[in-house]
C-alpha cells in the first residue's frame, strides 16, 4: 500500500527580494524615485542600487507594487544609481538602466525618477541622452524584448505539456518539455516538470528496460532542476525552501520507484530538513517507501519522525502498527506483539475512529488479544464519592 505524495503545481518565475529596512541616522539624506518600464507601467519589486562614489557605501532598496522606493538613511555624497528589475537581475548584474554622478545631499530631498518609456521618447527626439546611455537603453531595451518573448513561449510549453499529462499522454509531455529546454535550459521549473512527466511515464512502460532508462532521467531531471534552484536561491525569498523540498520529495519519489531504498530516504530526509512545515509528510513518503521495500524497523522509525512532527497524523500511527504487527512472535498458540502495537492502533482509532482504517485497526486489535478504545490517552475521571 503505497502512499507517495508528490508536488506537481509550481508557477513558473518567482523573484522578489526583501531589503533590510535602513534606519535613519544622524547626518543622513532622504532619496526617493518612482521607476517605470518602457510601457509606462510601474516596476514592482524592483531594486534601486546607490553605490557612493567618494566612499564605496551602498545602498539597496526595493521598489513596493507603485513602483516607488523610498529611504531616509542615505550618506551624502556622489553616487552611481542603478536600476534593475529584480533581484535575481541585480545578482547577475543584468541592469535597465543607470544614472552616473547623482549627487545626494542633506538639505534637500533627493528625487531620482527611472521613466524608461519617457527616455526611450526623448532618444527618438535626441533629446537629453548621451551616447552612453542611449546604447545602454537599446541593450536594455532589446534584453526585455527578448525576455518576453522567453518566457511566452515556454509558458506555452509549459501549458502543452500539463494537458498532455493530464490525459496522460506523456511522451507528447516530453516532447513539449524538451523543446522548452532547447529554448533556454537554465529554467529550474521546466526541468522539475520534465523530471515529473518521465517518473509517471515509467510506470506506464511494459518493458523493464525502458522503464527503467525513464526512471533515470527523471533523476536527472530533477537533479538539474535542485542545482539550478540552488544556485538561484535568494536567501529572503520565502518560497525558496518550499520549492527545494517539492523537488527534493519528487526525487525521492524516482529513486524508490526505481529501486534505490537508501538514495530515496536520504531524500526524504533533505526534503524534511529543507522545508521543517511540511516534515511530516516528508517523513510519512519516507516511511511508506521503507514499508513496501520491507523494511519495518526503519519504516517506523520513520513514521515515529512524522508523529513527532505532527502528532495529529492519524495514517502514521495505523502504519507504525503495521510494522510492529509484523514484528510479533508465537509463544504456543498466543501471539504476542512487539512493545507499542496496540498503543498505535489505539492512537489512530482515538484520532480517526471511524477512519478509513478503523475496522483493520479493530481486527488487528483484537487479534493480538488488547482492548479497543478510542479514546487512548485520555485519564479517566475518578468516579464521584458517595456521600454518607
Not at 527616455?119 to 527618438?124: D, F, N, V
Not at 536561491?233 to 523537488?247: G, H, I, M, R, V
Not at 488487528?364 to 464519592?385: D, N, Q, R, V, Y
Request: proline residues 3%; glycine residues 6%.
Amino acid at each position: 500500500m503505497k502512499k507517495h505524495l508528490a508536488v506537481f503545481a509550481l508557477v513558473l518565475l518567482m523573484l522578489g527580494i526583501y531589503a533590510a529596512p535602513v534606519l535613519a541616522q544622524v547626518g543622513s539624506a532622504t532619496v526617493k524615485g518612482v521607476c517605470k518600464d518602457v510601457d509606462g507601467n510601474p516596476i514592482a519589486d524592483g531594486v534601486v542600487v546607490f553605490a557612493n562614489q567618494d566612499n564605496g557605501q551602498k545602498y539597496t532598496l526595493k521598489t513596493n507594487k507603485k513602483g516607488e522606493y523610498f529611504s531616509l538613511g542615505v550618506g551624502s555624497g556622489t553616487y552611481n544609481v542603478t536600476l534593475y528589475k529584480s533581484a535575481d537581475d541585480a545578482k547577475a548584474n543584468k541592469e535597465l538602466f543607470h544614472q552616473n554622478k547623482f549627487a545626494v545631499t542633506l538639505s534637500d530631498e533627493n528625487t531620482l525618477d527611472f521613466d524608461l518609456k519617457k527616455l526611450a521618447t526623448e532618444q527618438a527626439k535626441g533629446q537629453g541622452l548621451t551616447p552612453e546611455q542611449i546604447k545602454a537603453q537599446q541593450e536594455v531595451q532589446e534584453k526585455q524584448k527578448k525576455e518576453v518573448g522567453t518566457v511566452k513561449q515556454l509558458n506555452e510549453k509549459l501549458a502543452a505539456a500539463k494537458v498532455a499529462s493530464d490525459a496522460g499522454d506523456y511522451d507528447t509531455a516530453l516532447a513539449d518539455l524538451n523543446s522548452a529546454n532547447e529554448i533556454d535550459a537554465t529554467r529550474d521549473l521546466i526541468w522539475f516538470k520534465l523530471g515529473d512527466a518521465y517518473r509517471m511515464s515509467a510506470t506506464k512502460q511494459s518493458d523493464a528496460a525502458e522503464k527503467q532508462k525513464r526512471l533515470n532521467s527523471a533523476v536527472d531531471s530533477y537533479q538539474k532542476a535542485l542545482q539550478l534552484k540552488q544556485a538561484a536561491t535568494n536567501e529572503k525569498d520565502p518560497n525558496a525552501t518550499k520549492t527545494l523540498a517539492a523537488y527534493y520529495n519528487n526525487l525521492a519519489e524516482a529513486y524508490s520507484k526505481a529501486g534505490k531504498i537508501e538514495d530515496s530516504t536520504k531524500t526524504y530526509e533533505q526534503a524534511a530538513q529543507a522545508d521543517p512545515s511540511a516534515a511530516a509528510q516528508y517523513y510519512f513518503n519516507m516511511g511508506a517507501v521503507l514499508t513496501n521495500a520491507g523494511k519495518a524497523d526503519q519504516a517506523i522509525e520513520a513514521f515515529d519522525k512524522c508523529i513527532a512532527a505532527d502528532p495529529t497524523k492519524a495514517e502514521a500511527y495505523y502504519q507504525k502498527g503495521v510494522n510492529l504487527l509484523g514484528k510479533a512472535t508465537l509463544q504456543g498458540d498466543k501471539m504476542v506483539a512487539a512493545p507499542g502495537t496496540a498503543e498505535a492502533f489505539q492512537k489512530y482509532l482515538e484520532l480517526v475512529p471511524t477512519g478509513g482504517h478503523s475496522e483493520e485497526a479493530k481486527a488487528m486489535l483484537t487479534s493480538i488479544g488488547a482492548p479497543i478504545e478510542t479514546s487512548f490517552g485520555t485519564k479517566k475521571k475518578a468516579p464521584p464519592k458517595k456521600s454518607n
